[in-house]
């Protein structure tokens, strides 16, 4: 297994743009988390899925952001509009029922300029 | 609620000296703890958990619940060592996602 995908590596974009990451869990497990990790204030969980539907996102910091899971081997992140404040890198972790452990993704590191 | 506690954002040790980079959690459960290392840019690997006991790359942690601490050592640091670790908590009782600590920066000096 190549592990958990995670795409783009790297997106500079501009106030008020949209902005969408997506991830891709490894095969067979069944939860997926995203995090955003800043200087200021680490690792924060912003939401997670179990078997596709989301459980907990109460770490999603404004209405400008939303999380899909459309299916098993997808997930999208979404920024609209994006700010220079959530400019971070945003990693993607999947595990099987927390068995195990959680692997992560290389992330995403996003810059809103 | 859940908190982790690293109390060192920095930490320099020599090459060869003993480090221990410290962890204290909150937490009214049954705990599982995890330690996650990331190297330059790179992503979050899984160091080791509580209920594993394993050693990895030398490191061992013990969780002590009555310190509520699970601190994480090595005898003999090594310049590859150097890199930011995290110390973890599982929520819910693991399947829920992990609450991290701020992480301590580990400099292993020549």
């Known amino acids: 297994d190549a592990g958990v995908i995670q795409s783009p590596r790297h997106e500079v974009t501009e106030m008020g743009q949209e902005v969408t990451l997506r991830c891709k869990p490894i095969s067979g497990h069944n939860s997926l988390f995203w995090y955003r990790q800043t200087m200021m204030r680490g690792l924060e969980l912003l939401i997670y899925?179990?078997?596709?539907?989301?459980?907990?996102d109460s770490g999603m910091p404004e209405d400008r952001f939303s999380a899909k899971m459309p299916n098993a081997s997808f997930s999208t992140l979404k920024i609209q509009p994006s700010e220079p404040r959530d400019s971070a890198v945003y990693f993607c972790a999947s595990s099987l029922s927390g068995v195990g452990g959680y692997t992560f993704g290389s992330g995403t590191r996003l810059t809103v300029v | 609620a859940q908190r982790v506690t690293q109390p060192e954002k920095l930490l320099s040790v020599f090459k060869g000296a003993p480090v221990e980079l410290k962890c204290n959690y909150s937490?009214?459960?049954?705990?599982?703890l995890f330690w996650y290392v990331q190297y330059s840019r790179q992503r979050l690997q899984l160091l080791l958990r509580h209920i594993s006991r394993e050693s990895i790359k030398g490191f061992t942690a013990d969780l002590n619940k009555g310190e509520t601490s699970f601190h994480l050592k090595k005898p003999f640091a090594q310049e590859e060592d150097s890199a930011m670790y995290y110390c973890a908590l599982g929520r819910g009782g693991g399947a829920d996602g992990l609450t991290f600590g701020k992480g301590t920066h580990l400099i292993i000096q020549p």
């Open positions: 899925f179990n078997n596709n539907v989301p459980i907990d």
């Open positions: 937490y009214s459960g049954s705990p599982e």
